[in-house]
């Protein structure tokens, strides 16, 4: 299923992107929206050896954000080691911390995995989860381990939730152009469930002057559901202007 829907993604050509946005739902709803920013991703195959994954966390409340002790992360198709260095580097950080009851539940950050395996060759990942979080301490983060072409970041965020089809268009819409555009503060809960995590990486890019360009925006009336209570998906890439 992951090879069709990246076969049948439009990717366009040039370097990978420093990081995307993509979301999470069942792949028969969002997996064709997220496979339009995982095939921009193709390009780094052999370059990509680090991932910092982040998303929300949906089944549990803390402070900070949240990583997990597990020595990998297990797919259909295989195995993903964490980038044990990588947790030490970042538990030094007071926002940081190891959290697994709040990653055993969540699906947020496991239904990308997939992607990634088919996309890029061997890689570490480093999970990460945006509790009750100011940006400013997920922009710190993210400033620690952004390093060079070998590291990418991906976001997981779905966008609106269970409004009719027009009112989740327009609100996506809106959403698409605040990415677009850098603007952190116009997007909150109403509009990204990941909304914590895309605004430390939208201030991240906007001091590193980087170009956010929406690949597909898309909801779930236009995939595999009905129209009168959809969720939103967007796949979004950020590279150097």
């Given at each position: 299923m992951v090879k069709n829907l990246l076969a049948s993604a439009k990717t366009p050509?040039?370097?990978?992107?420093?990081?995307?946005?993509?979301?999470?739902?069942?792949?028969?709803?969002?997996?064709?929206?997220?496979?339009?920013?995982?095939?921009?991703?193709?390009?780094?195959?052999?370059?990509?050896?680090?991932?910092?994954?982040?998303?929300?966390?949906?089944?549990?409340?803390?402070?900070?954000?949240?990583?997990?002790?597990?020595?990998?992360?297990?797919?259909?198709?295989?195995?993903?080691?964490?980038?044990?260095?990588?947790?030490?580097?970042?538990?030094?950080?007071?926002?940081?911390?190891?959290?697994?009851?709040?990653?055993?539940?969540?699906?947020?950050?496991?239904?990308?995995?997939?992607?990634?395996?088919?996309?890029?060759?061997?890689?570490?990942?480093?999970?990460?989860?945006?509790?009750?979080?100011?940006?400013?301490?997920?922009?710190?983060?993210?400033?620690?381990?952004?390093?060079?072409p070998e590291t990418c970041v991906v976001v997981s965020s779905d966008l609106s939730h269970y409004l009719d089809y027009d009112t989740a268009q327009k609100l996506d819409l809106g959403t698409s152009q605040a990415i677009e555009a850098i603007v952190p503060g116009k997007i909150d809960g109403k509009g990204a469930c990941g909304h914590r995590a895309l605004a430390g990486l939208m201030a991240r890019a906007a001091k590193l002057d980087l170009r956010a360009t929406t690949r597909d925006l898309r909801n779930s009336g236009d995939t595999a559901g009905p129209r009168h209570r959809v969720v939103g998906y967007g796949a979004f890439v950020f590279a150097e202007r």
């Open positions: 050509d040039g370097p990978a992107p420093k990081a995307i946005i993509a979301p999470h739902a069942g792949y028969d709803y969002s997996g064709p929206v997220a496979a339009s920013a995982y095939g921009c991703l193709q390009s780094a195959r052999d370059t990509i050896k680090r991932v910092v994954l982040i998303g929300p966390a949906h089944y549990a409340e803390f402070a900070g954000l949240a990583t997990s002790s597990a020595d990998a992360f297990s797919t259909p198709l295989g195995s993903v080691s964490v980038d044990k260095d990588t947790i030490v580097q970042l538990r030094l950080l007071p926002q940081v911390k190891v959290f697994d009851q709040a990653h055993e539940p969540e699906h947020c950050l496991e239904v990308h995995l997939p992607f990634l395996q088919t996309v890029l060759d061997e890689f570490a990942l480093v999970p990460l989860l945006v509790g009750d979080s100011p940006d400013e301490e997920t922009v710190e983060v993210l400033a620690e381990v952004w390093d060079g």
